[in-house]
């Protein structure tokens, strides 16, 4: 099994730090972790901003999803 790589403290989000990046971070992470655990699909929820990164996990042509579920507020 991988071993899942230490990410250390997670800085707090500055002004310049952009809200799409972040989201992307996320994204990335959520992949990794997958891949730590071995997990070949997952079954993803999102609302509001998690939907957003469920959407960074979908982007690669959605390979890694068994299903995804989203929601933005209206």
Same mark, same amino acid.
């Given at each position: 099994?991988?071993?899942? #790589?230490?990410?250390? #403290?997670? #800085? /707090?989000?500055? /002004?310049?730090?952009? /809200? *799409? $990046?972040?989201? $992307?971070?996320? =994204?990335? @992470? +959520?992949?990794? @972790? *997958?891949? $730590? @655990? &071995? +997990? &070949?699909?997952? %079954? !993803? /929820?999102?609302?509001?901003?998690?939907?957003?990164?469920? =959407? +960074?996990? %979908?982007?690669?042509?959605?390979?890694? !999803?068994?299903?995804?579920? %989203?929601?933005? #507020?209206?």
């Amino acid at each position: 099994m991988a071993a899942f #790589p230490s990410t250390g #403290p997670q #800085p /707090a989000a500055s /002004a310049a730090d952009d /809200a *799409m $990046a972040a989201q $992307a971070r996320g =994204g990335a @992470l +959520i992949v990794t @972790l *997958m891949d $730590a @655990l &071995e +997990i &070949e699909k997952a %079954v !993803l /929820a999102g609302f509001d901003w998690g939907s957003r990164t469920v =959407g +960074i996990v %979908v982007a690669p042509g959605g390979r890694r !999803l068994r299903r995804a579920r %989203v929601r933005v #507020p209206s």
